[in-house]
């Protein structure tokens, strides 16, 4: 999420002074702390939701960009049984990208699964 914990309490306490300061005008200052009290609260929770949908418009939920190490960008690609060439061995995770990955076969002809579906959608 975007900001922490101090984003949500500015929130709530800048709601709080507005509220006690606008009450006080005409309110004795019990009930004017009373409200700025409850408009702390308000604003707080509020927060929560806010920081959210900030967060989500500016696009701070995408997965950030991986690193790809110095082997696999000189063609360390991995063999057939989905492990990547490491002549020395020594173990370190290299992710796949998309262009390394091959389109699997189809395992059944597309006729014969339509017919299999429209057999068990008539039962």
């Known amino acids: 999420m975007l900001g922490t914990m101090w984003v949500n309490t500015g929130f709530g306490a800048l709601a709080s002074v507005i ?4 009450a006080l005008a005409g309110n004795v ?3 004017s ?7 702390f609260i308000l604003f707080f929770l509020a927060a929560f ?3 959210w949908l900030v967060a989500k418009i500016m696009g701070s939920f995408q ?3 991986t690193m790809v190490p110095a082997e696999a960008a000189e063609g360390g690609v991995p063999s ?3 492990e ?4 020395q061995g020594d173990g370190e995770f290299i992710p796949l990208s998309l262009d390394q990955m091959g389109s699997a076969p189809l395992a059944h002809d597309p006729t014969t699964v339509a017919d299999v579906v429209r057999r068990l959608t008539d039962e």
């Open 63 to 65: 997965a950030p960009e």
């Open 84 to 87: 990547p060439d490491d002549p």
């Open 29 to 31: 200052w019990l009930v």
């Open 19 to 22: 509220t006690f300061f606008t």
């Open 80 to 82: 057939a049984s989905g």
């Open 49 to 51: 939701p806010i920081r």
């Open 33 to 39: 702390l009373e409200r700025a009290g409850y408009a």
